[in-house]
């Protein structure tokens, strides 16, 4: 059995590697595709971090605004929802960074009175604004902007009399990088590498099995003494191992342009935050998802009778999972519920989400693992089934 098994492994990968145009197609392109179109793309994903216009920002100072900043925010077109606080910065910053508020504003306690006894030719410090922000925030990022904006216009309206984030030692913005990551990698990257990964299988799976229907060099596979779920299972086996390979191009091809990409929103972060253990979970889930995509493709190639037909089945199923990779884009975080990992592909888009804000449920990720094992199982025993059926194998 071990020994036929590899024999088929073999076959199927001599037969892929040897075609250098699909070798260099499937493997190598998504990986270049994908770092030219996320270098060239920054401007583009701005959209999704726009803030609704009709957005109110929740904004906390310490103590009440000054009577001239009141005036400033109520004449302004923006909405704001303006408490004072006396709690701790630390408590308050803790508040910023659950994005439970938009921003966190600190004048001097007379500021109207500085302002306008400051005098810019003194040579003394300008009283000073302070105003904490959470870059991984939309809106608090927008906030931040909205509120500069209007004080830097209210000061050019006073000759430069008060400064605001003077402090050069201060980190006024409370996000860490953990956050930026886990916002732009929560995302994309799960609907881009399940998209890639399921190219990748529907671009090599119809001509392995259907393909071979339609040339007919299945039928002398199966009358040698080999059982036909060996057949099934080393195909399975040589066409996930190829579709592998297509998704760590795609994950590279994903990080090195991160660079770049960061750099159209000005910051200046690294993959480096996420562990060897999060890049072996995130291996894992894409090995098990892979094997699964290729089983559920290799069914559906085997019932075809062409490789043409093949694809044209398997288009609604690609859509299928477009959108439900797509769905991780619209969701605040990964599911908790232990349900959503028993739903095949949607799981693994959970699980990656999970990995990706650094808020995966070790139990969920192995049920997800165990989900798709089990149904990657129930795909061969099918495949296996359909090899016997001679109506099905030999119908061209």
């Not at 889930?285 to 490789?307: D, E, G, N, R």
């Not at 349900?339 to 592909?345: K, R, T």
């Amino acid at each position: 059995m071990k020994n036929a098994i590899i024999t088929i492994l073999k076959k199927e990968l001599l037969r892929f590697f040897s075609d250098k145009r699909m070798a260099i197609t499937t493997i190598l392109l998504p990986g270049v595709m994908i770092y030219v179109m996320y270098s060239f793309m920054g401007s583009a994903l701005s959209e999704k971090f726009t803030v609704d216009d009709k957005h109110v920002y929740n904004i906390e100072s310490k103590g009440a605004l000054p009577e001239s900043i009141n005036a400033l925010i109520n004449n302004s077109d923006v909405g704001f929802d303006v408490s004072d606080t006396s709690d701790d910065i630390d408590k308050v910053v803790d508040r910023l960074k659950d994005e439970k508020i938009d921003l966190y504003v600190i004048f001097p306690e007379n500021f109207d009175k500085e302002v306008e006894e400051y005098n810019s030719n003194s040579g003394s410090s300008a009283p000073e604004v302070k105003v904490y922000y959470n870059s991984a925030s939309t809106e608090s990022d927008s906030a931040y902007s909205v509120m500069t904006e209007l004080l830097n216009t209210y000061e050019s309206a006073l000759s430069n009399k008060f400064d605001i984030n003077a402090d050069i030692d201060t980190e006024y913005d409370v996000a860490d990088d953990k956050d930026v990551m886990a916002t732009v990698f929560s995302s994309m990257l799960p609907m881009l590498l399940l998209m890639f990964m399921f190219s990748a299988c529907m671009s090599i799976g119809p001509d392995s099995i259907a393909g071979e229907k339609e040339r007919g060099t299945i039928a002398t596979l199966l009358v040698t003494p080999t059982k036909r779920g060996n057949i099934a299972l080393g195909k399975i086996i040589a066409l996930s191992i190829i579709a592998l390979l297509s998704g760590v191009s795609s994950t590279l091809g994903t990080m090195l342009s991160l660079p770049k990409l960061m750099a159209t929103e000005g910051k200046d972060i690294s993959a480096d935050i996420y562990t060897i253990m999060d890049y072996v979970m995130l291996a894992v889930i894409i090995l098990t998802t892979t094997m699964l995509i290729v089983a559920i493709i290799s069914i559906v190639s085997a019932f075809a009778k062409s490789t043409k037909e093949a694809q044209t089945y398997l288009t609604p199923l690609m859509i299928v999972v477009m959108i439900v990779g797509i769905s991780g884009m619209f969701s605040n975080g990964a599911q908790t519920d232990i349900v959503y990992y028993l739903i095949p592909i949607y799981n693994s888009v959970q699980s990656m989400l999970g990995v990706f804000t650094f808020e995966i449920v070790p139990l969920n990720m192995i049920i997800s693992v165990i989900s798709n094992v089990i149904y990657t199982g129930v795909c061969v025993f099918i495949l296996t089934r359909m090899f016997n059926s001679e109506k099905i194998m030999f119908n061209r």
